[in-house]
């Protein structure tokens, strides 16, 4: 009975919501409306841009946050602006950001006839709307754990107290279940600082990932490749420059394996360095990235089916997805600080005979 | 086709530049003023912890002790009392025993006493009594023989015989 009776309300429901966004369409078929492009809209809000897209009005005018552009050009040095000085395609002291084909969001050196110097490509470090993201995740990481430190100076060796209580777990949750098992207890204080940095790091970064606005959060940040690539190098000089002399003997001359094997054997190990690495830059990009492209998808639903209809529906799969996001947040980050922490235990590990 | 024509999978060299000076501060920076002092602080804790509960432990076992070497103090002590009271009770009854010992001794000691006494004062009075007796056997005899006894002395020899006789028949 309880179910029909949902149902009917659930029909009840949908044909009420879904008239008005008919009559909608209906009378502002004639006019040609713009479709809404799913991909597109998604892909501009994980990727990253030279300016904050925060909404745009009904009049088409964009609301956004201006970011600095950095330049540096090798026939005219560095150039510092606004990023509003390049909106709509404009040209800015020979500059353009260009809006679509292959070079779609970089900014390249205009020649005189309006065609782009392929020759003179401007390098740009620019804080884009990635770079202010993480720089803000940065921010709140130092403070908190500076508060943290700090805190102590004033309870001394007394039971955690207030921030104590909630930062210092996930302190000893690194130390304890993280460093010690892979690391061991002798070696891993000196890796604990670094496993620390980067666990909190991806770990404030996913989460502030999940908030959708305003805008120091929302930013793509560790669903950012070049971000994940600099975080796998960290662990792989991390490895290469801790790893002691049984780890090289393993990967340029393995006990037990005949010396006609050794060309094979080298590039493999070699192999094994690299991808180690590679795999935990791919892993935090692809299920950060998956996951904000599911939540955008979900949203996008509503503007497909143009119906209000589904909003209810589509919120509801999102704060679901958010729940499970808020754990890969948290699970991501453990992941890839326990892989870090299992290389550099395996590179550091005492010969045992 | 979405990841070709995209910069997602290609990363801008503007981000990775940041990534390290951002990342590198964060590290540096929380390495000196955050992690070491943290860590350092969560061990000297943990150090005091254990420290304490080691010698929370040490004073139980140390009380269990005083209280096992308490039990047997007492039990010694009770032993020793038992003893003591086990030699009192002993020497008591020795003492007991050597006074019933001294006493029938002493008793005997004045039986005899009075018996040889009684003894003395009996040979006493049967030597008087023989001697009155013998007086008055003369007297009497002599009243009644007169002058007849008084002549043979063969008659007083038989007297005395008589009178022997009687004595001893007392006897």
């Given at each position: 009975?309880k179910?029909?009776h949902f149902?009917?309300l659930?029909f009840i429901?949908?044909?009420?919501?879904?008239?008005?966004a008919?009559?909608?369409?209906?009378?502002?078929g004639?006019?040609a409306e713009?479709?809404?492009?799913?991909?597109?809209?998604i892909l501009?809000?994980i990727?990253d841009?030279?300016e904050?897209h925060?909404m745009t009005k009904k009049?088409?005018e964009?609301?956004?946050?201006q970011l600095?552009?950095?330049?540096y050009?090798k026939?005219?040095?560095?150039?510092?602006f606004?990023s509003?000085k390049?909106a709509?395609?404009?040209?800015?002291?020979?500059?353009?950001?260009?809006?679509?084909?292959?070079l779609?969001g970089?900014i390249?050196?205009?020649?005189?006839?309006?065609?782009?110097?392929?020759?003179?490509?401007p390098?740009?470090?620019s804080?884009t709307?990635?770079v202010?993201?993480?720089?803000a995740a940065?921010?709140?990481g130092?403070?908190?754990?500076?508060?943290l430190a700090?805190?102590?100076?004033?309870t001394g060796i007394?039971p955690?107290k207030?921030i104590q209580g909630?930062l210092?777990?996930?302190?000893?949750?690194?130390r304890d279940?993280?460093?010690?098992?892979n690391?061991g207890e002798k070696?891993?204080g000196?890796?604990?600082?670094?496993l620390?940095?980067?666990?909190i790091f991806?770990?404030?970064?996913?989460?502030?990932?999940?908030?959708?606005?305003?805008?120091p959060f929302g930013a793509?940040?560790?669903?950012n490749?070049?971000i994940?690539?600099v975080?796998a190098?960290f662990t792989f000089?991390?490895?290469?420059?801790?790893?002691n002399?049984?780890?090289?003997k393993h990967?340029?001359a393995?006990?037990g394996?005949?010396?006609?094997l050794?060309p094979?054997?080298i590039?493999v190990e070699?192999?094994?360095?690299i991808s180690?690495?590679?795999?935990?830059m791919?892993?935090?990009?692809a299920?950060?990235?998956?996951g904000?492209i599911?939540?955008l998808?979900?949203?996008?639903l509503?503007f497909?089916?143009?119906s209000l209809?589904?909003a209810?529906?589509?919120?509801?799969?999102?704060?679901?997805?958010?729940?499970?996001e808020?754990?890969?947040?948290?699970?991501?980050a453990?992941?890839?600080?326990l892989l870090?922490?299992l290389?550099?235990?395996?590179?550091?590990?005492?010969?045992?005979? | 086709?979405?990841?070709a024509?995209?910069?997602?999978?290609?990363?801008?060299?503007?981000?990775?530049f940041w990534?390290v000076?951002?990342?590198?501060?964060?590290?540096?920076v929380?390495t000196?003023f955050?992690?070491?002092?943290?860590l350092?602080m969560v061990?000297?804790?943990?150090e005091?912890?254990?420290?304490?509960?080691?010698s929370?432990?040490k004073a139980?076992?140390e009380?269990?002790?005083l209280?096992?070497?308490n039990?047997?103090?007492l039990k010694?002590?009770r032993e020793e009392r038992?003893?003591i009271l086990?030699?009192?009770?002993?020497?008591?009854d020795?003492m007991?025993?050597?006074?019933k010992g001294?006493?029938?001794e002493?008793?005997?000691?004045?039986v005899?006493?009075a018996r040889?006494g009684?003894?003395?004062e009996k040979?006493l009075?049967?030597?008087?009594?023989?001697?009155?007796?013998a007086?008055?056997?003369v007297?009497?005899a002599s009243?009644?023989?007169?002058?007849?006894l008084s002549?043979?002395?063969e008659q007083g020899k038989?007297?005395?015989?008589?009178?022997?006789?009687i004595d001893l028949?007392?006897?």
């Amino acid at each position: 009975m309880k179910r029909i009776h949902f149902t009917g309300l659930l029909f009840i429901f949908l044909t009420v919501f879904s008239f008005p966004a008919q009559s909608q369409e209906t009378h502002s078929g004639g006019e040609a409306e713009e479709e809404f492009d799913a991909s597109s809209f998604i892909l501009e809000h994980i990727a990253d841009s030279h300016e904050w897209h925060i909404m745009t009005k009904k009049n088409e005018e964009h609301v956004s946050l201006q970011l600095p552009v950095i330049l540096y050009s090798k026939g005219s040095g560095l150039h510092v602006f606004s990023s509003k000085k390049l909106a709509h395609g404009h040209e800015y002291n020979g500059f353009r950001l260009e809006q679509e084909g292959d070079l779609e969001g970089r900014i390249v050196k205009v020649k005189s006839d309006g065609t782009v110097d392929m020759d003179n490509m401007p390098l740009d470090f620019s804080i884009t709307k990635t770079v202010l993201g993480m720089m803000a995740a940065a921010l709140i990481g130092l403070w908190l754990f500076l508060a943290l430190a700090r805190s102590y100076k004033k309870t001394g060796i007394s039971p955690p107290k207030g921030i104590q209580g909630f930062l210092e777990p996930i302190v000893l949750f690194v130390r304890d279940d993280i460093a010690i098992p892979n690391i061991g207890e002798k070696k891993a204080g000196k890796f604990m600082p670094y496993l620390l940095s980067v666990f909190i790091f991806i770990l404030i970064n996913n989460l502030m990932g999940l908030v959708p606005f305003p805008p120091p959060f929302g930013a793509n940040v560790t669903g950012n490749i070049a971000i994940t690539l600099v975080l796998a190098l960290f662990t792989f000089f991390m490895i290469q420059l801790n790893g002691n002399k049984t780890y090289w003997k393993h990967i340029f001359a393995a006990p037990g394996v005949p010396v006609w094997l050794l060309p094979i054997m080298i590039p493999v190990e070699l192999i094994g360095m690299i991808s180690k690495p590679f795999a935990l830059m791919v892993r935090l990009f692809a299920n950060i990235t998956a996951g904000h492209i599911i939540v955008l998808s979900l949203v996008s639903l509503i503007f497909i089916f143009k119906s209000l209809a589904v909003a209810p529906v589509s919120i509801l799969f999102v704060i679901f997805m958010d729940c499970l996001e808020l754990l890969v947040a948290f699970l991501q980050a453990y992941v890839f600080t326990l892989l870090s922490a299992l290389f550099i235990g395996m590179a550091v590990v005492e010969e045992h005979h | 086709m979405i990841l070709a024509s995209n910069s997602l999978t290609t990363p801008a060299i503007g981000t990775l530049f940041w990534t390290v000076v951002i990342f590198t501060i964060f590290f540096l920076v929380l390495t000196k003023f955050a992690w070491k002092p943290i860590l350092n602080m969560v061990k000297q804790r943990e150090e005091m912890i254990k420290g304490s509960l080691a010698s929370a432990e040490k004073a139980r076992k140390e009380m269990v002790k005083l209280q096992s070497d308490n039990e047997a103090i007492l039990k010694k002590a009770r032993e020793e009392r038992e003893s003591i009271l086990k030699e009192a009770r002993e020497v008591r009854d020795k003492m007991i025993a050597e006074a019933k010992g001294k006493a029938s001794e002493e008793a005997d000691k004045i039986v005899e006493k009075a018996r040889t006494g009684i003894e003395r004062e009996k040979a006493l009075a049967l030597a008087d009594i023989r001697e009155q007796v013998a007086n008055l056997s003369v007297d009497i005899a002599s009243k009644l023989l007169g002058e007849r006894l008084s002549q043979t002395g063969e008659q007083g020899k038989l007297i005395d015989h008589y009178l022997k006789d009687i004595d001893l028949k007392k006897n």
